[in-house]
């Protein structure tokens, strides 16, 4: 990455304050907290779909480890355990392969004659759905005006809009 520009006051020929703590030297201005909020960004993209399958490894393990810890004189408790784990362990495939299908199925439901409901995925917008059903981006004022919402608003991975016909 060459030079930037300062964020604060537009100087020309500031450093790479996205991997380096930069001052600008036109304003004095701290430009670290920018690569702070870069480094959080990048924490906070890991996915709800690692999260829940790593959270069902954890009870899964944890329900293993604590099964051979308390039941270790009883083997037909232990047994009973592993078999508890393998199921646990199959359900973790099973709901796995049933977040990757939601995630990637078009969960859109009829609601009302000409209508239905879309769950909004990540990357869409207000335009981008409107070129997805009605084939150009002119009825996304309509669309967010359908909703009850604002051409503004941020849409939420998992909220859901009506689509109408038009």
Not at 39 to 54: A, F, H, P, Q
Not at 102 to 120: C, H, M, R, W
Not at 123 to 129: M, N, T
Request: glycine content about 10%; overall charge neutral; charged content about 25%.
């Amino acid at each position: 990455m060459g030079k930037l520009v300062c964020p604060v006051c537009g100087n020309p020929g500031i450093g790479d304050y996205y991997h380096n703590n930069v001052v600008c030297p036109t304003c004095g201005s701290d430009l670290s907290v920018f690569r702070e909020i870069r480094e959080k960004d990048k924490r906070n993209k890991t996915g709800i779909v690692l999260s829940l399958v790593g959270l069902v490894a954890i009870v899964a393990l944890a329900a293993f480890l604590t099964g051979r810890i308390v039941n270790q004189h009883n083997t037909d408790l232990v047994a009973e355990e592993d078999t508890t784990i393998s199921q646990l362990q199959s359900n973790v495939g099973e709901l796995t392969a049933k977040i990757e299908e939601i995630q990637n199925a078009d969960n859109s439901k009829p609601v009302q004659e000409g209508a239905f409901l879309y769950t909004i995925r990540k990357g869409d917008s207000f335009c981008g759905i409107s070129r997805r059903f009605y084939g150009t981006e002119k009825y996304y004022r309509e669309l967010a005006e359908d909703n009850g919402l604002d051409i503004r608003t941020h849409l939420s991975i998992g909220q859901q809009l009506l689509i109408k016909n038009r």
